[in-house]
């Protein structure tokens, strides 16, 4: 990711995702890391509608034709998304009744 603000002038800085830290507040994900070269620090907080609207983003027509006009990059982000899947699906809904159950009780968890 390549991140730019009018502050920077022309320069831009690089992002890398991939290396942030990830950590669970109380109403958000926090990722933190460090912009190299420069090394600033940097903290982006997504709540559940961040990460709804960027879920729906990646869903447009306009990003599918982009990642499939990417040589390499639509087969192995494709198999990605459905290796990881089924494992997102199944935590999810376990970390949604084990909220329930530490909220209610035992009887939380009958639906």
Same mark, same amino acid.
């Given at each position: ?42 903290? +982006? ?43 997102? +699906?199944?935590?999810? +809904? ?18």
């Amino acid at each position: 990711m390549i991140v730019w603000s009018k502050g920077l002038g022309k320069q831009r800085l690089p992002l890398d995702l991939g290396a942030a830290e990830l950590s669970v507040e109380s109403d958000y994900l926090k990722m933190t890391g460090v912009i190299e070269p420069v090394c600033w620090n940097y903290a +982006i907080r997504l709540g559940v509608t961040d990460i709804a609207a960027f879920l729906k983003f990646m869903s447009r027509p306009m990003t599918a034709r982009y990642l499939a006009q990417r040589e390499g990059l639509l087969g192995p982000l494709v198999l990605g998304l459905l290796r990881q899947a089924p494992r997102l +699906i199944v935590v999810t +809904i376990a970390a949604h009744f084990s909220r329930d159950r530490h909220k209610g009780g035992e009887d939380a968890l009958l639906v």
